[in-house]
């Protein structure tokens, strides 16, 4: 608890950064991520590559979709694909400069290069390469429309 009764509040992975890999292909966490990350978890991510960009996952929030898949239905259609895709993913610890070591293999999976764009998704974060965010992440005025929309239906506006 913290002064005044409330809970303590939960940190998030929240923002967008651009950051250049290094020629090991090392990236720089943010410092607020890194914050985040020691606040709430510990220095351990979870990198997967994920349609056109790789998702970085807390150790423990990793942990838990892997029980979520591990005690759900295999019959199910394309759980074993998921899985089998799921378990590729690499183990990124932060070094002492607050950097992780992208393998080489998931940065090819995800088209990553040198100019990369980090993006907060709440409890993970997103790394795109930077031609490839700009080309799919500019939203237009329709999605601005249907952002609205949401708000409208969660009851945000």
């Not at 990350?37 to 979709?65: F, G, K």
């Not at 764009?117 to 999605?143: I, Q, R």
Request: aromatic share 8%; glycine share 6%; with cysteine.
């Amino acid at each position: 608890m913290v002064e005044g009764g409330m809970n303590s509040p939960v940190n998030h992975f929240r923002g967008r950064s651009d950051h250049i890999l290094d020629a090991k292909g090392r990236l720089s966490i943010a410092t607020r991520f890194r914050d985040v990350l020691r606040r709430q978890y510990d220095e351990r991510l979870m990198v997967t590559p994920w349609h056109n960009c790789l998702r970085a996952y807390p150790m423990p929030r990793w942990e838990e979709m892997e029980t979520v898949l591990r005690n759900s239905d295999r019959k199910q259609p394309g759980m074993v694909k998921l899985v089998r895709w799921m378990s590729g993913a690499e183990e990124c610890g932060l070094d002492k400069q607050g950097r992780i070591l992208i393998p080489p293999k998931i940065r090819e999976d995800s088209r990553i290069n040198k100019e990369v764009v980090v993006n907060g998704m709440l409890t993970f974060f997103e790394v795109w390469d930077k031609s490839v965010w700009d080309e799919l992440n500019k939203p237009t005025p329709e999605d601005f429309d249907n952002f609205e929309q949401t708000f409208l239906d969660l009851g945000l506006l």
